[in-house]
């Protein structure tokens, strides 16, 4: 029976805080009090293009992601705000490390998106709920040191509550809600807390008098098997009961890993970009390491003032091994290519990849080992 199953799991959701906002606010402290708005602009003219996020400073002005950046000033426009180009390196790299450190804490890890996480903690804290609240407690508070990023959390019996539960209490929230729990902290909530039930849905369901997740759970599930067909039906109707077996797994392992940053300024010199480049080799090989990952192709790319691309690549025949052979093999590359370049044009932007990956001889270990027990 399902129900068997669920009572036995820990789930730990995560989901770091108005985050575009929180990286630009980190990285300029000047910033921190004042209403920010982090923007796409579009390209077309000043104003044109849409709102990414917004601190809580800019979003009790009624300024949230998705509306017009043009909107979203006049709503500001008695305010001291700041609104600011996004720039996904920082929120990359910053993603990267809270990832990397919420893994650690994980017996199973699923990354969602760039800001969202699920850590199956079930065997760690002995199924224990108010150990499982000690340990989210703890991965807050060592994000917030080491990270100097707030992320708020739900613990619950599997993904579709803890989920739900870290959305409640924003920001630097904790939600813990205990199986026997389930029923009464879902039922009030809006059928729209729950996954795949869109705006069009709703006004169906309200058709049918259902509002609350607790209607939901209450209506016949044959009336809703007629209205949303089998698969659908069947899983509101579950999902209501805050049922959800899913597992907490690792999505497919990363095809690449890779870095592009801007340089500061234009150039074609092959030391500055080795400079650069460097950086980044160390930068990519860690991140290797983290994920105990070997690779055996190097790429190194330009983004030149035109706008092209051109890149070079080689693929080893065994695992590179070493951070040296990464650095000696980009040098290499960047020099190659270089003399392919045309010679009026410099680099914008110089960028790294490493891919073709295979788990190292440790990671393998570990498989084997979590599989035999
Ligand atoms: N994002 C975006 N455009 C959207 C929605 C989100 O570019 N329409 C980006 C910016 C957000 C990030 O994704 O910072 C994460 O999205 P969330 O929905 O989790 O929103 P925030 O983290 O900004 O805020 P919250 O504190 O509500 O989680
Ligand atoms: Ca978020
Ligand atoms: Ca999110």
């Known amino acids: 029976m399902a129900s068997s199953l669920q009572t036995n799991r820990v789930i730990i959701h995560v989901d770091f805080d108005y ?26 003219g000043e104003d044109s293009g849409a709102v990414a996020t917004a601190n809580y400073a800019a979003r009790k002005y009624g300024v949230k992601s998705g509306i017009p950046i043009i909107q979203a000033k006049r709503k500001l426009q008695d305010v001291d705000a700041a609104f600011l180009p996004v720039n996904f390196d920082l929120y990359d790299r910053v993603s990267e490390s809270i990832m990397s450190i919420l893994r650690g804490h994980a017996e199973r890890f699923e990354q969602v998106g760039i800001d969202e996480a699920f850590l199956d903690v ?95 759970a209450r209506f016949d599930l044959d ?22 077996v899913s597992p907490v797994q690792e999505r497919g392992m990363a095809e690449s890993i890779s870095h592009i940053p801007t340089l500061k300024e234009d150039t074609r010199d092959l030391d500055t970009i080795l400079e650069e480049a460097y950086k980044i080799c160390t930068d990519v090989y860690e991140r290797a390491g983290e994920l105990k990952l070997s690779f055996k ?18 693929t080893f025949e065994a695992p590179v091994e070493n951070l040296e052979t990464l650095k000696a093999t980009v040098k290499e590359l960047f020099q190659k290519l270089l003399v392919e370049v ?15 990956f295979s788990a190292t001889r440790q990671a393998q270990k570990h498989i084997t080992e979590f599989t035999a027990r």
Not at 19 to 44: H, M, T, W
Not at 228 to 241: P, R, T
Not at 342 to 356: D, F, H, Q, T, W
């Open 297 to 314: 192709t190097i790429t190194v790319q330009l983004v030149l003032q035109d706008m092209s691309t051109p890149s070079r690549s080689r």
């Open 122 to 216: 079930t065997l760690k804290v002995e199924r224990d709920f108010a150990k499982a609240t000690q340990l989210a407690l703890e991965i807050q508070n060592k994000i917030m040191t080491k990270e100097r990023i707030t992320i708020s959390v739900g613990v619950g019996p599997n993904k579709l509550v803890a989920k739900i539960a870290a959305g409640r209490q924003k920001p630097f929230g904790l939600t813990v809600v205990r199986q026997e729990e389930v029923e009464a902290f879902l039922g009030p909530l809006p059928v729209n807390e729950l996954l795949g039930v869109g705006r069009k849905t709703v006004v169906v369901m309200q058709e049918m008098g259902v509002n609350t997740i607790g209607d939901l």
């Open 19 to 44: 985050f575009y906002a929180q990286c630009e606010a980190r990285e300029n402290p000047s910033l921190k009090d004042r209403p920010i708005v982090v923007c796409v602009y579009s390209g077309r």
């Open 223 to 244: 009336k809703l098997v007629k209205r949303f067909g089998k698969v659908l039906g069947v899983y509101f109707y579950s999902s209501a009961k805050g049922i959800d």
């Open 342 to 356: 045309p010679a009026e044009l410099k680099a914008r932007r110089i960028g790294v990849k490493i891919s073709n």
